[in-house]
């Protein structure tokens, strides 16, 4: 069975052949040859994914303190290791030298960044540990693909398998929710973990992680709210046709169904949209061979007339209303505040847009600009 490569490479305690790119294992200081007791009992490797595709690494190795004598070694293992004997203990030189091959196979372009060394015991019932830790950043570790992130940079050529007595543990970032994790494991202290001995396919551990206020999946909350929707319409259509039975067209009904076709819109996932729309047609069909007599207010029954109230301007219109109304340039995440859609439906119907040349997009860092053709992009705002 494969070791993990870099597991076996950065701790250098282990003398363990090392697979894939990292090289030959790293030597064992001299005194620990002389106490074997001061082997490491286990190593935990910990990522934590960021939203900016970068993961916060923590390679831990652990050593179980049972006496005196390997107290004593610990000590003198932490105080080389804090101060960064490179004979010693963990080097993050292991890492930064895998980060151009990971780079050219997923074209990202990844540095290493942010490296640090601790150490601490911990007490434990009538059991204490001392514990090592290695962490660092590493940046574009993960794709960004609007309001996902794609954990894709694993490997078996540089990561290898999981060894008796070693961990994996992979968290989402912040504010996200998952979307796929492979292989499938069990949830463990908020995250994703893989115990070995564990042998990975090719290209795993693989995860895609989506923003928790997007739209994938719909849930029985907007189901319900959607429900309703459609019951008022109906019940607005029956009274319509049922109350003297005369056929003029009734111009408030109309403006209606305009209303809960957008709120229907608004509500449903991406993913459900299609349906939704199937749905707000079937309740405006259904509703147009209704007849009323005309409302008091004499509305006009000209139904292609362009609305006012925003309520029944079609999503389009209301983005190009926002830009106006602010100079003719918003941000995106401001366009998501001042509708209150989800990020992904706003994702998405801008894209649109820019398609159709209705508005125009900038990527500035993290943050997509958006304004209105002609009105400039590049002015006024700041890069992240």
């Not at 074997?36 to 934590?48: E, F, K, L, R």
């Not at 009734?250 to 459900?272: G, N, T």
Request: aromatic share 6%; net charge negative; hydrophobic share 40%.
């Amino acid at each position: 069975m494969r070791q993990a490569a870099l597991l076996v490479a950065v701790v250098c305690l282990l003398a363990v052949p090392v697979a894939g790119a990292v090289g030959a294992p790293a030597p064992q200081s001299a005194a620990l040859q002389e106490d074997a007791a001061s082997s490491p009992s286990g190593v935990d490797i910990t990522v934590q994914i960021q939203s900016d595709g970068a993961a916060r690494w923590t390679v831990s190795s652990k050593y179980s303190l049972e006496d005196d004598n390997a107290t004593a070694a610990f000590e003198q293992l932490r105080g080389r290791f804090e101060a960064g004997a490179a004979d010693t203990e963990f080097s993050v030189d292991v890492f930064r030298a895998v980060v151009p091959s990971v780079s050219d196979r997923v074209g990202r372009q990844m540095e290493i960044r942010n490296a640090s060394r601790s150490s601490r015991v911990v007490e434990a019932g009538n059991n204490t540990t001392g514990v090592l830790s290695l962490r660092f950043t590493w940046t574009n570790f993960s794709r960004v693909e609007e309001d996902r992130v794609v954990v894709d940079s694993f490997s078996t050529q540089w990561f290898g398998d999981l060894a008796p007595n070693q961990t994996l543990t992979l968290r989402s970032p912040e504010g996200y929710d998952t979307e796929n994790v492979l292989p499938p494991t069990s949830i463990v202290e908020n995250g994703y973990r893989w115990s070995g001995p564990h042998t990975f396919d090719a290209d795993r551990p693989f995860a895609v992680f989506t923003e928790n206020d997007s739209v994938v999946g719909v849930s029985m909350v907007v189901l319900v709210a959607v429900g309703v929707l459609a019951l008022f319409a109906g019940a607005a259509t029956v009274w319509a046709y049922y109350r003297d039975g005369d056929e003029r067209p009734v111009p408030w009904l109309r403006d209606v169904r305009r209303a809960v076709a957008s709120r229907v819109r608004e509500a449903l996932s991406a993913e459900s949209e299609s349906e939704a729309e199937e749905s707000a047609a079937d309740a405006d069909a259904a509703a147009g061979s209704a007849a009323a007599e005309p409302a008091a207010s004499g509305a006009s029954d000209d139904a292609d007339s362009e609305p006012t109230d925003p309520e029944l301007l079609s999503d389009e219109e209301r983005v190009e209303r926002l830009l106006r109304e602010h100079g003719g340039r918003m941000k995106q995440s401001e366009i998501v505040e001042e509708t209150r859609w989800s990020t992904a439906k706003v994702s998405q119907l801008l894209s649109s847009m820019a398609e159709d040349g209705r508005v125009e997009k900038l990527r500035i860092g993290r943050e997509n600009l958006i304004s209105l053709p002609g009105e400039g992009v590049d002015n006024g705002i700041d890069e992240e």
